[in-house]
């Protein structure tokens, strides 16, 4: 992509904003079109999606501009609707770039489905036979689903687990570039048939696991010290501090889970915005933090005294998707994915799980600092003020009489927005 400046961006309106991509060509002239136009999903189609359909929810569209991740800048497309999600992982990744970004690695990308047999009166024997089988059953498994073999992709292996009263049987599964729910599940569905005779037992269910421990991504980052303060010695401070904070959140799960939480802000907003099921990738990330026992903070952060670095690492599964589901349907999908350049499945994982990263980042660093009500506030009065009924030009008054007011509160917004239109 091409280098620019992205200077100011969050000071100018969403018309300004809008009028930088198309001087910069960042999109293609019909996705630009649509976001001119504010073009989003019709009514029709969303009546299509769901049940019981009313109308459309609307959520803020934002970029996070300049990410680099394995050497190539991109501008992530985040859908959220809290106010401090998009500032602090724009100021996360724009400090990591300038120490070379992220690296970001696909370990394996293959979703697991499951067929928990039950009344199995000898569950070693029957193991043996399923094992025996696994060819078979394999290949039952590839003539269920046909197309996705042709294109590369299929059921790769299948093992056993015997667990308290069931014999389960799981299925790692390459979907390919789908996130592969209804393909899965057919596969494990096929094979219910088989496997009840083999175990002389009877199918619980078939269905797919979001526990993709078999799609698992690893980002990393290094920053010098020098990012965190200009004083030396402050900067030593901060980057031990943020290493004990991700050892809290190692031992504490009442950290954990907002440590985790924080993740998913960036994690969650991006996934949304390309299409996919975040509450899969939630589910699965949370379930991931459990793997040894003990539910852990996801990420981890040392401090590296030698090189004077600290050191991010966040690994999770994430098996998102770039074509199927709701994905083709979209148009503001469509204008996120374009921003990405249209990255295939495994370049998406990267990108999200690096972004991940940064919102972490950003999250231990105010703590440790600063704290994390200082920013909050600030956006907590401007919706205060808002709420309130303030145009564009009375907001940025009522947020600076708000924040240094006795109680911040709706009352208080409109009585000072009151105050400002009577003067």
Not at 38 to 46: C, F, K, N, V
Not at 98 to 119: K, M, P, T, W, Y
Request: with cysteine; net charge neutral.
């Amino acid at each position: 992509m091409t280098k620019l400046s992205w200077t100011g961006f969050s000071k100018k309106t969403p018309l300004k904003r809008r009028e930088h991509l198309k001087d910069n060509a960042l999109l293609s002239q019909e996705n630009q079109v649509l976001l001119d136009n504010d073009i989003q999903l019709s009514l029709e189609t969303a009546n299509q999606m769901a049940e019981n359909v009313l109308g459309r929810f609307s959520l803020p569209f934002a970029i996070c501009p300049d990410v680099m991740v394995n050497g190539d800048t991109y501008h992530i497309p985040m859908v959220t609707e809290e106010p401090s999600v998009v500032a602090a992982a724009s100021y996360a990744s724009k400090l990591i770039k300038r120490s070379g970004g992220f690296s970001a690695e696909v370990h394996n990308r293959q979703v697991i489905g499951e067929v928990a047999l039950f009344d199995v009166a000898d569950k070693e024997a029957a193991q043996l036979k399923i094992k025996e089988a696994s060819n078979h059953l394999i290949a039952l498994a590839k003539a269920s689903y046909p197309s996705i073999v042709k294109r590369g992709g299929g059921p790769h292996r299948l093992w056993t687990e015997i667990k308290d009263d069931f014999l389960i049987v799981y299925l790692a599964v390459d979907t390919q570039e789908a996130m592969g729910a209804n393909m899965v599940n057919t596969m494990m569905e096929a094979l219910v048939p088989d496997l009840e005779e083999l175990s002389a037992g009877k199918s619980l269910m078939a269905i797919l696991s979001n526990l993709a421990a078999e799609s698992l991504v690893t980002a990393t980052c290094r920053l010098s010290i020098r990012c965190l303060s200009r004083d030396k010695n402050e900067a030593e401070y901060l980057a031990n501090k943020m290493a004990l904070a991700s050892q809290l959140a190692q031992i504490d799960p009442y950290r954990a889970a907002t440590h985790n939480k924080g993740i998913f802000n960036g994690i969650d907003a991006a996934v949304l915005a390309t299409g996919n099921d975040w509450r899969a990738i939630e589910a699965g990330g949370h379930a991931y933090a459990s793997h040894d026992g003990h539910y852990r903070g996801l990420s981890t952060w040392i401090y590296d005294q030698t090189a004077k670095e600290l050191v991010g690492q966040l690994t999770l599964p994430m098996p998102v998707a770039s074509c199927g589901g709701s994905i083709g349907l979209n148009p503001s999908v469509a204008v996120a994915r374009d921003f990405l350049n249209n990255p295939d499945a495994k370049t998406l994982a990267t990108i999200i799980v690096s972004l991940g990263l940064a919102q972490n980042f950003a999250a231990l660093k105010a703590l440790t600092s600063t704290g994390i009500q200082a920013g909050h506030m600030k956006l907590q009065a401007k919706s205060l003020a808002l709420l309130a009924g303030a145009t564009p030009e009375e907001t940025k008054q009522v947020v600076k009489e708000l924040i240094t007011s006795k109680h911040m509160n709706q009352e208080t917004a409109q009585a000072i927005l009151k105050q400002i239109r009577k003067n």
